[in-house]
């Protein structure tokens, strides 16, 4: 196994002890076994720039040698490393798929299709 992913919910903000429960969760972790990625789902935990981690949380991350995942998305690259390895997410580059108001299909599956019209190399 290359990197064992926490995903946090879009739900858990950088509020009252969120960092607490960041540190305590990543404390459990076995650091002998396994590499971690932790993706941060909430823009609460974008620095003020809202295109890096924020330096706390960064951190904390650094820390334990746990990176934060390297999201590649429609009008997003963040691109913080505080480990010794890596875990990108790419989400694709599909703006108005991933943005688009209308709510009449299902367009999860179409939000990684890299291979659109709106294609741009990085």
Known sequence: MGCVLLQRSPFFKKEGQALGILRSTLDSLSHENFDYAVEFRHI???????????????????????????????????????????????????????????????????????LNDNYQYI
Do not use: C, M
């Not at 650094?62 to 998305?73: A, F, H, P, S, T």
């Not at 010794?84 to 703006?95: I, K, L, Q």
């Open 44 to 114: 609460s935990w974008l620095g003020e720039d809202n295109k890096e981690v924020d330096s706390i949380a960064l951190e904390i991350l650094k820390e334990r040698n746990i990176v934060n995942v390297l999201v590649d998305g429609p009008g997003l690259f963040v691109t913080s490393n505080p480990a010794s390895h890596a875990y990108v997410s790419f989400h694709g580059r599909n703006y108005d798929i991933w943005y688009k108001q209308e709510r009449e299909n299902d367009h999860r599956l179409d939000r990684y299709d890299y």
